[in-house]
């Protein structure tokens, strides 16, 4: 199992709506092959500043299976919106 950790940053005056289109958004990805615990945290000392992070069994499942599939542009089309910039996505795996 590999955990996608990515880093999203959305403009002040949209945090709840953006909270909301992430309740419409976990619906699209958990129905992705593979998914599995996908969580969204909000920074206490930032605000705007999210960590989403979701299981997949390998970064192909991801990085192919998800992000190369219709599901992947309609997450887009649903959260894209809030992105003040691009999310910072990286990979990691259990190191014990």
């Known amino acids: 199992m590999i955990l996608e950790v990515a880093e999203i940053t959305v403009p002040a005056t949209k945090l709840k709506e953006f909270e909301a289109a992430f309740v ?3 619906k699209v ?3 992705a092959d593979g998914c599995g615990a996908v969580s969204l945290h909000r920074c206490i000392e930032t605000p705007g500043r ?3 992070l979701v299981q997949w069994p ?3 499942h991801h990085m192919k299976g998800f992000r190369e599939s219709p599901r992947f542009v309609e997450w887009r089309r ?3 919106p809030f992105f ?3 999310p910072f996505v990286e990979h990691y795996e259990l190191a014990g």
């Open 78 to 80: 649903i959260l894209g």
């Open 58 to 60: 390998t970064v192909e």
């Open 24 to 26: 419409e958004a976990r």
């Open 84 to 86: 003040a910039t691009p």
């Open 50 to 52: 999210y960590q989403l």
């Open 29 to 31: 990805i958990t129905q």
